[in-house]
């Protein structure tokens, strides 16, 4: 078993930046692939990021590529998602999700899932 805890979201103005963290605890849980995920109010989930245990890879969705980086540090269990130039439509829920099999976008891979933490992004 792996849980997820997000913390980091909050209101900022379009522009603005936000940084997410997710520490994960339980077994092997720094050898587990890492993925962000949004979902806004009336709107399917969808992906935002991922990256490999080791840190060595990353993907992200077209909508945040250049604007989100995610990283790591297995030292302390934790993955992060910073995300700069933030725009209204990226108010959402943001969750992390853990996945021990392959670097993926597909929500359906992911095993386990934090509570979520929601940003807010006003105009």
């Known amino acids: 078993q792996v849980q997820l805890i997000e913390s980091g979201g909050g209101l900022v103005q379009a522009g603005g930046s936000l940084r997410l963290s997710c520490v994960a605890s339980g077994r092997t849980s720094s050898s587990y692939n890492m993925g962000w995920f949004r979902q806004a109010p009336g709107k399917e989930r969808e992906f935002v990021a991922a990256?490999?245990?080791?840190?060595?890879?990353?993907i992200y969705s077209d909508s945040v590529k250049g604007r989100f980086t995610i990283s790591r540090d297995n030292a302390v269990n934790t993955v992060y998602l910073q995300m700069n130039s933030l725009k209204p439509e990226d108010t959402a829920v943001y969750y992390c999700?853990?996945?021990?099999?392959?670097?993926?976008?597909?929500?359906?891979?992911?095993?386990?899932w934090g509570q979520g933490t929601q940003v807010t992004v006003s105009s």
């Open positions: 990256i490999r245990w080791s840190g060595r890879s990353t």
């Open positions: 999700a853990a996945d021990p099999r392959r670097l993926s976008a597909a929500g359906a891979e992911y095993d386990y």
